[in-house]
């Protein structure tokens, strides 16, 4: 089975005062057609660097400075603008945090839709109209006929967001990277939001990139996750596996870190320190001034990935080669 999009050791630069920041380093892995990729990791992991490098969206003095972008089995990290901005509607679509974002105030919904239909796919005013409101009512808009003339003050942030779920599912893409979708929601709404993007997604067959710092989220949504540090993805695998059995110490740690329903969500980390500044990246495993397993290895050279059952982690506590 060919993947659909492959993300293959993808480094990504910012130039700065003391020197090159390197954001994103050595980032692989692939979603398959239809699948649900959770990536998670805390704040300035760079979960949403790599989503904006999928989306042709990184903004200079940020660059892609190594590896390469496949979708589709294409070559796309080095398009031309336009041909990027094409793809990006077409067979990519994107949802933000804000909804406000995708949305033109000056516009309503129906317009937006429609006009966004109409220029990736055939159709009449008629049939986009059609389309339209077909995916209005799909995502959950009650009265999607009247809701169809209206401006996108008019909803509330929850509909906002499933005016721009049915926005970015418009031309049929056959991937979308929702970029912690419902974090800027009421609290009341965003397990109704995640659920309703997983469940049109996998009627329309259509993959997810989602990222989220919530393992609670990642836990009830996807299929596989990758779990990022310090720009570095440190392990990957099918959900159930890296939350039953994690193979990194920071996976485990996160793990340990799902909080209770009647928690503060904010309470993520029960792992001592803070990860690391971009440019103050310790030498071999970036995260072994935190790991509770360190060895001195670990000190000096960068873990490569090991296959741990359906997983891979980049921890040298997998490695079977006898080297030390
Ligand atoms: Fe910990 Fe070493 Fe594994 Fe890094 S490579 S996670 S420091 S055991
Ligand atoms: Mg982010």
């Given at each position: 089975p060919t993947a659909l999009l492959e993300v293959d050791r993808l480094r990504v630069e910012f130039p700065s005062r003391r020197g090159t920041l390197?954001?994103?380093?050595e980032v692989s892995f692939s979603i398959a057609p239809g699948e649900v990729l959770g990536v998670v990791g805390?704040?300035?992991?760079?979960k949403s660097l790599t989503g904006a490098a999928i989306i042709g969206?990184?903004?200079?003095?940020?660059?892609?400075?190594g590896g390469e972008i496949r979708f589709d089995g294409r070559?796309?990290?080095?398009?031309p603008h336009d041909e990027m901005r094409k793809l990006r509607g077409r067979h990519i679509g994107a949802i933000f945090q804000d909804p406000l974002t995708s949305l033109?105030?000056?516009?309503t919904v129906g317009r937006q839709l429609t006009e966004t239909i109409r220029v990736h796919l055939p159709m009449s005013e008629a049939q986009a109209r059609q389309r339209a409101i077909a995916l209005l009512q799909e995502t959950g808009i009650p009265a999607p006929e009247q809701r169809?003339?209206?401006?996108?003050?008019?909803?509330?942030g929850g509909m906002r967001q499933r005016v721009v779920i049915a926005l970015a599912l418009a031309a049929q893409p056959r991937l979308v990277v929702a970029d912690?979708?419902?974090?800027?929601?009421d609290v009341s709404v965003q397990a109704q939001v995640i659920a309703l993007l997983k469940r049109v997604c996998k009627e329309h067959g259509t993959a997810v990139m989602l990222i989220t710092h919530d393992m609670g989220v990642i836990a009830e949504t996807c299929d596989r996750v990758a779990v990022m540090y310090a720009g570095r993805v440190v392990e990957v695998g099918p959900v159930q596996s890296v939350i039953?059995?994690?193979?990194?110490p920071y996976t485990a740690g996160l793990m340990g870190a799902?909080?209770?329903?009647?928690?503060?969500?904010?309470?993520?980390?029960?792992?001592?320190g803070a990860m690391p500044r971009l440019d103050a990246v310790p030498p071999g495993c970036a995260f072994h001034p935190r790991c509770?397993?360190?060895?001195?290895?670990c000190r000096v050279e960068r873990p490569v990935m090991f296959a741990v059952g359906r997983a891979q982690a980049a921890c040298w506590l997998h490695d079977r080669s006898g080297a030390t």
């Open positions: 390197v954001a994103l380093d805390e704040s300035g992991a760079g969206l990184i903004e200079p003095p940020g660059r892609i400075a070559r796309i990290d080095n398009l033109n105030p000056l516009y169809f003339d209206h401006y996108p003050h008019q909803f509330s912690e979708p419902t974090t800027a929601l039953h059995e994690p193979a990194h799902i909080p209770a329903l009647d928690q503060d969500r904010d309470r993520l980390l029960q792992i001592d509770p397993q360190a060895m001195p290895r």
